[in-house]
């Protein structure tokens, strides 16, 4: 089968390589329609964070069930899937507590159960991992579009909303304009927020915030954007969704959370250890700082349910659709921001 390596900073490659086959009773193989390049690609693609070169990229797969394992009993061949950005067991401690990153069975997209961005993945832990399609919209491509964004970034921007504690009639604020914060704010208005302030950096991508619920945006930068939110807030606002990971995001979320309120973090850390984060600013004000790696697995299912009502659609956020041959092409559009996220059409 073909699938995307990396090959090093600013190199990925589309190669052949082994087909990922079952291997224990739990598993299944999945033959990938649908995946994505996510932002998080863009740190090791960047050079910012280390991964080994030859390795399998992508972490975002939907497709078809190919073959599972004797003990396989939620999926069966022929069914649509998708699977969250890691694998996880659905019955240990963490997984029913709804912390499905936590899993103690769990598993990264990559190595020989195939990266994301490939022909085909081996789902160890099927039961627990795969999310099926009901077959009335398993081929419909609209409503695919418009799923896939559950395998990470949709659920990202939901686990950001609710360890912000967004509920009915709310102000919060989304740092962030990539595709979690838009997500975000997504996340937040269908949790009732009432006034959803997005800050971010690119006036394209606040106007598709505007679109998803944002009541309204800041563009501006520093000092200048933390001197906005808080005026347009009278001090803050109590829920506060940090969407990207960034140490100078995390400065400006816990600067435009107001006294006694939450920031919800969900953006992969980057730089934060360097730079430190303002305990004191925390401590000062009572700011609570929640949240980390989003367990999407744990919202899929609800989610899922709201999409195929027509209630939410993050599909606006793929503004550029490749096939596998185009994956290398994908990433050079999401680091050059000419794309907010690529969806990767296979078959
Ligand atoms: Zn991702
Ligand atoms: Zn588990």
């Avoid at 029913?96 to 022909?119: A, F, I, M, P, Y």
């Avoid at 990470?152 to 989304?174: K, P």
């Avoid at 899929?300 to 096939?323: C, H, N, R, W």
Wanted: hydrophobic share 35%; glycine share 14%; aromatic share 4%.
């Amino acid at each position: 089968m073909r699938a995307a390596i990396y090959r090093g900073p600013g190199e990925i490659t589309v190669e052949e390589v082994p087909k990922p086959e079952i291997e224990s009773p739990t598993d299944a193989v999945v033959r990938v329609t649908h995946t994505a390049v996510c932002g998080s690609d863009l740190w090791f693609y960047r050079g910012q964070s280390d991964r080994e070169v030859g390795s399998r990229v992508g972490h975002e797969p939907m497709g078809i069930v190919e073959e599972v394992g004797e003990s396989v009993r939620s999926v069966e061949p022929g069914d649509r899937v998708f699977a969250p950005f890691l694998i996880s067991c659905g019955r240990c401690e963490f997984c029913r507590k709804g912390l499905h990153t936590s899993c103690v069975n769990g598993d990264s997209w990559g190595g020989d159960n195939g990266g994301g961005q490939g022909e085909y993945v081996r789902a160890t832990e099927a039961d627990g991992t795969l999310v099926r399609v009901p077959d009335r919209h398993a081929h419909d491509e609209e409503t695919l579009r418009s799923i896939l964004p559950l395998t990470d970034v949709m659920g990202t921007g939901h686990h950001a909303a609710v360890s912000a504690g967004v509920g009915e009639g709310d102000t919060c604020i989304v740092v962030g304009d990539g595709a979690v914060g838009l997500c975000g704010v997504l996340a937040a208005r269908r949790l009732g927020a009432q006034r959803i302030v997005a800050m971010g950096h690119h006036e394209d991508r606040l106007e598709l915030a505007a679109e998803f619920g944002a009541t309204e945006t800041i563009s501006a930068r520093g000092e200048a954007a933390v001197e906005q939110a808080n005026t347009l807030t009278g001090g803050g606002a109590n829920h506060v969704l940090e969407c990207v990971g960034a140490a100078s995001a995390m400065d400006t979320a816990i600067e435009v959370c107001r006294p006694g309120g939450t920031v919800g973090y969900v953006g992969v850390p980057h730089g934060v250890e360097a730079d430190g984060i303002d305990v004191f600013g925390l401590f000062r004000k009572n700011r609570t700082l929640r949240g980390g790696v989003a367990p999407v697995r744990a919202y899929a299912e609800e989610l899922l349910d709201d999409v195929l009502q027509g209630t939410l659609d993050p599909s606006p956020i793929f503004t550029k659709t490749v096939d596998l041959d185009g994956v290398p092409e994908g990433y050079r559009a999401m680091d050059e921001r000419e794309a907010i996220k690529v969806l990767v059409r296979i078959s």
